[in-house]
């Protein structure tokens, strides 16, 4: 046996279940359906079919165009061009739409809609993995059949400017290039203008085939401002310019030059939301618009409404029209009317090669593939087209011949289309064995703290933990052994290849070692807890404790929420599930004020609602060590009152009580109209919203100045003289900021001056934040390491939390500044009139602090939609894109809510540990628990739900916000065993 600490205890449960979340994510999210060939070869392009002979066409076809130029717009949505804005911003590209030579449509992007998969999907013609959010901010080089490898194989010379991840997933494949960085979001001229001032100069040379041009100061716009930004419109205007400078130098080039046509292509990596993101699945985020631009198309007379194309068919398209071989994995079919002036001969010709490249695809994806119906159809089209070739050479010119091709060239365009809905089908090829071994880690570390609870959350809050007797057993070897025949047997007879056996043996074997020793530790622990329930059962003395109606509350909330994420629409607006039972929790609240206030009698005003444990009874519990019994002993009530209700008389208090939870309620009403969020309602103008439009700004520069000034009188209470002051600078500074990037202006500013990144002035913050969380930390070494003084634990842990407060102030946008004094106000009201003086113990607290976390990570404005996430908080005080600090500010910004009431908890319950030593244990294994139980759930549902239609749209990204904040919770439960003064672990 061995005696180990409660938060310890739950510390270690969630490393382990962070380990198991990692490997079953690196599992779910697969890989798309891939050729076995390497890349796709000239000698690989099928001979045309031809009924009993052999044709002469065998060859691939010559290239339709002599140049390309590829001017992809980084988040151009499609209203952007064939809208409103496209008609008051970019006139010339409207008149090309209208009365010029261009093929228009709506390519519709797959989820997720960032960045650097949409690249992928551009030059591959396939749908990369949804993991590929995370790749997205370090992108390795694609080793990918694609556009850029053919066209330098074939000896064309591609020209690149813009984007830097063009240059990481293409190292050596431009004999041109300059890249600009994507992330630093805060500039959007510079990042475009370094684009556009090489283009005078290529645009007249003759030494280029491709040229490839990635702006994306619209993008930056977005995320700073939104899509309704005045910004937008002298954005759009400066990329109508630039596309009349392109296309005016194509056709001055082709009117020297009698050579093949020219072909500029306009189009959209992805969309932009209406919070100006981008990374789920809504309409403004996957339809992207796409012109083509070319004297070889006929001449319009009007604008026609554009048609669907998926963003996959560009790739064949672009390969066909540039005479290269289409890269194996691309999923698209040709778009038609690019060809549709070549001979119907010539059509069908490519058609074919199209259909050949997909058929293959499909044989390599798919087991079964001849029964697929796209493949049967194929087949009757080629038999047909080899019959019409014969007729063809034969000389015959009826209408026979006519009809028959028309007949094969639609046969072809069917079976195209259902080949390439076969394969996207077929998307997912999950790694079922790393999945399994995943979520068979999570689902023991749940049912371990579950089986611990009673003993976790006892008045010692330490328990014994069966190791000694597992690790020696037979049965622990016996399970090693089987597991590792197993993963012997997996690994050499899987067809496709699984992550987790590809790692070392060594770690191989730890795991398995890891998964037989939480087995048998479940099954002693089991034992044990049979064998305590058979004492109890002998020895009537021992009875349970009563269970409060708060606590049947928090249960059933608890179970409710997380069976809600079995059905797609509840994770769409999970929001609305939290801010229910927030409410209903602060009504529960209400009851127990009036229960206590009202309905006790006058001599039982002093005991909680809660049942009250007495040193005596405290005292005989441990005699029965507690068995079955969750409670938290607490010490003379009225040393407490006197300590956290200074300054009230006990009827002001009472009414201070009853009007807390009222109070709560209004606040979180007023913050849910701040930020629209989920997805059925998100589109719908909020407060936040009218804050931010340019006619506001005095308004938002107003809320924001009170904002700030009332988080300095909330948190300066508690602070050193020293900090106090650095707090103070620290929001001027944030003030500063946020001037100098044109959100707000000072009352002193008479005319706006050019925006700027705002660097000196978040460095100015960054100092102070360093400077408060220097001291706090400081203080807390001394009171663990050198003395145990209370107090200057207390004021270290408060400090703490001063220095994250004020940087969620930097990274919160001005308009969600009341989201973070709405959050202080909660925090301080109902530590001074509920949790204390209703006297609930340190679990009933950590659950409700777990509550208002979760809800207020949904009033921040996110979702659980990847398009939610500010990514522009990662680029604060920043001059340019740094990995590291990048990511940890932008999840800080996305999960402050949570992470400030976890860090509050722990100063709550610091402080109430004189009455209580155990609280802290009893909080991190509560919040541990808590945590683990959704994600536990939620895993087991989305491997049931992994061929659901909206795996990839709707349950995919909750996913990855849930093995983000399990990351999270494991660093805040270490946090809270480093805060624990009684750590120990005994054998």
């Given at each position: ?788 003084d209370s107090k200057t634990r207390s004021v270290g842990l408060w400090e703490v939390y001063s220095g994250l407060v004020l940087l969620a102030a930097l990274l919160f946008r001005p308009h969600n500044l009341p989201v973070l004094v709405f959050c202080l106000l909660i925090q301080n ?109 939620y895993i087991i549902l989305v491997t049931v739900l992994r061929y659901h239609l909206f795996i990839w749209s709707v349950f995919s990204p909750k996913l990855l916000y849930e093995g983000m904040h399990a990351f999270i919770t494991a660093a805040v439960c270490i946090f809270f065993t ?10």
């Amino acid at each position: 046996m061995v005696r180990i600490r409660s938060s310890v205890f739950a510390s270690c449960c969630l490393i382990i279940e962070v380990v198991g979340v990692a490997l079953f994510l690196v599992g779910f999210f697969p890989l798309p359906p891939k050729s076995r060939a390497m890349k796709s070869r000239s000698s690989d392009i099928p001979a045309e079919p031809y009924a009993g002979y052999s044709s002469n066409w065998t060859n691939l076809p010559p290239p339709l165009f002599r140049r390309v130029v590829i001017m992809l717009v980084d988040a151009m949505r499609d209203d952007f061009v064939f809208g409103d804005n496209g008609k008051a911003f970019m006139p010339y590209t409207r008149h090309v739409l209208e009365q010029g030579t261009s093929h228009n449509f709506i390519a519709k992007a797959k989820p997720p809609t960032v960045t650097m998969p949409r690249i992928k999907a551009l030059v591959t013609g396939s749908v990369p993995g949804f993991v590929d959010v995370i790749m997205n901010l370090n992108s390795p080089a694609l080793l990918e059949d694609n556009l850029i490898w053919q066209a330098k194989d074939a000896g064309r010379r591609i020209v690149f400017y813009g984007d830097d991840t063009w240059l990481k997933l293409f190292p050596k494949h431009f004999v041109e290039h300059d890249g600009t960085t994507s992330f630093f979001v805060s500039d959007y001229k510079e990042v475009d203008n370094n684009v556009t001032r090489h283009l005078d100069d290529v645009l007249k040379r003759e030494d280029w085939d491709m040229l490839i041009l990635h702006y994306l100061g619209l993008d930056h716009i977005g995320h700073l401002t939104g899509p309704h930004s005045p910004l937008i419109g002298s954005k759009l205007k400066e990329m109508d310019d630039i596309v009349k400078k392109i296309h005016t130098a194509l056709q001055s080039k082709e009117e020297v030059a009698a050579s093949l046509p020219n072909l500029l292509v306009i189009c959209g990596d992805h969309g932009m939301s209406e919070t100006g993101s981008h990374g789920g699945s809504t309409d403004s985020e996957v339809r992207t618009p796409l012109v083509l631009i070319s004297s070889a198309f006929p001449k319009k007379d009007s604008f026609i409404v554009p048609a669907y194309v998926e963003q996959t068919d560009i790739t064949p398209t672009l390969a066909i029209g540039f005479g290269l071989p289409i890269p194996q994995n691309s999923l698209g079919h040709l778009i038609l009317p690019v060809i549709e002036r070549r001979s119907m001969r010539e059509q069908l010709r490519l058609l074919h090669i199209n259909g050949f490249q997909l058929s293959k695809l499909l044989q390599n994806s798919i087991p079964a593939y001849e029964k697929d119906p796209g493949f049967e159809m194929f087949r009757v089209s080629e038999r047909l087209h080899g019959s019409w070739v014969k007729l063809y050479l034969e000389g015959n010119t009826s209408e026979v011949l006519t009809n028959l091709g028309r007949k094969v060239l639609q046969q072809y365009l069917d079976a195209l289309r259902t080949m390439s809905s076969s394969l996207s089908k077929q998307l997912s090829q999950y790694d079922l064995y790393s999945m399994i071994v995943g979520a068979v880690i999570i689902l023991q570390v749940l049912l371990l703290l579950l089986l611990s609870t009673s003993e976790a959350l006892c008045s010692s809050a330490e328990f014994d933990v069966p190791l000694s007797s597992p690790l020696f057993s037979l049965l622990f070897y016996l399970l090693c052994l089987v597991l590792s025949a197993v993963h012997v047997i997996v690994c050499t007879s899987a067809e496709s290849s699984c992550y987790f056996c590809k790692i070392s043996w060594l770690m191989a074997l730890g795991a398995i070692m890891l998964v037989s020793a939480l087995f048998c530790v479940i099954l002693s622990t089991i034992g044990k807890r049979c064998a305590s329930w058979q004492s109890q059962t002998k020895s009537p003395s021992v009875t349970n404790s009563d269970w409060s109606e708060l606590d049947i509350l928090l249960l059933v909330g608890t179970l409710g929420h997380v069976l809600s994420l079995g059905a797609s629409s509840f994770i769409e607006e999970e929001h609305q599930t939290w801010y229910f039972l927030l409410n209903t929790l602060c009504l529960a609240l209400f009851q127990d004020v009036c229960r206590k206030y009202f309905l006790l009698p006058e001599h039982d005003l002093e005991l909680s609602p809660c049942r009250r444990i007495t040193s005596e009874d405290s005292t005989s519990s441990q005699q029965h060590s507690y068995r079955g019994r969750v409670q938290v002993p607490h010490y003379d009530d009225d040393k407490t009152k006197g300590a956290t209700s200074p300054g009230f008389g006990a009827d002001n208090l009472k009414w201070f009580a009853l009007a807390t939870p009222w109070i709560t309620l209004v606040l979180c009403r007023l913050l849910r109209s701040l930020n629209q969020t989920g997805i059925k309602w998100a589109h719908r103008p909020d407060f936040g919203h009218w804050l931010t439009s340019s006619e506001h700004r005095a308004e938002l520069s107003l809320l924001a100045a009170t904002s700030l000034l009332l988080i300095f009188i909330l948190v300066q209470r508690r602070c050193s003289l020293v900090s106090k002051i650095a707090l103070a600078l620290g929001l001027l500074g944030v003030y500063s900021y946020r001037a100098a990037i044109g959100n707000v202006v000072f009352p002193w500013q008479q005319v706006s001056k050019d925006i700027s990144k705002g660097v000196i002035e978040a460095r100015f913050v960054y100092v102070f934040v360093l400077g408060i969380l220097f001291t706090g930390t400081k203080d807390l070494l001394k009171s663990q390491v050198i003395s145990t003084d209370s107090k200057t634990r207390s004021v270290g842990l408060w400090e703490v939390y001063s220095g994250l407060v004020l940087l969620a102030a930097l990274l919160f946008r001005p308009h969600n500044l009341p989201v973070l004094v709405f959050c202080l106000l909660i925090q301080n009201v109902m530590t001074q009139f509920i949790w204390t003086n209703l006297d609930y113990d340190a679990a009933q607290v950590t659950i409700m602090h777990y509550w208002f976390g979760q809800a207020f990570f949904y009033f921040q404005g996110n979702s659980n939609n990847i398009a939610t996430v500010d990514i522009s908080a990662g680029f604060v005080g920043l001059e340019n894109y740094v990995e590291m600090p990048a990511v940890m500010l932008t999840a800080f910004a996305t999960y402050a809510g949570p992470l400030l009431w976890a860090v509050y908890l722990v100063c709550y319950l610091s402080s109430e540990s004189i009455r209580s030593p155990v609280a802290i244990s009893h909080g991190c294994f509560c919040y541990a628990l808590m945590r683990s139980i959704p994600v536990t759930v939620y895993i087991i549902l989305v491997t049931v739900l992994r061929y659901h239609l909206f795996i990839w749209s709707v349950f995919s990204p909750k996913l990855l916000y849930e093995g983000m904040h399990a990351f999270i919770t494991a660093a805040v439960c270490i946090f809270f065993t480093a805060m624990d003064r009684k750590q120990s672990i005994k054998t």
